[in-house]
């Protein structure tokens, strides 16, 4: 199994910033991997602007199976 470490972004959670980078990881590499088999999450951060709207930031890792391992 491979980890893939993507970052994810959100203006409404963290829920939403894992599920945008899980979502953004498949995007970016569902050529290379059969499927993603599991996450962890970590590195919460976020941003506040001047109407203090928040952004979400999370760095997700992701266990993966290449598509050359999933015969």
Known sequence: MHILT???FSDA???????NAIQGGWDNHHEEFSRFV??????????IDTDLKL???????????HKKHSH
């Not at 599991?38 to 976020?46: I, P």
């Open 6 to 8: 993507v970052t994810g």
């Open 55 to 65: 952004t979400y930031s999370v760095t997700v890792a992701i266990g993966a199976v």
């Open 38 to 47: 599991s996450f962890e999450a970590g590195n919460f951060k976020g941003s």
């Open 13 to 19: 959670s963290f829920d939403d910033a894992v599920k």
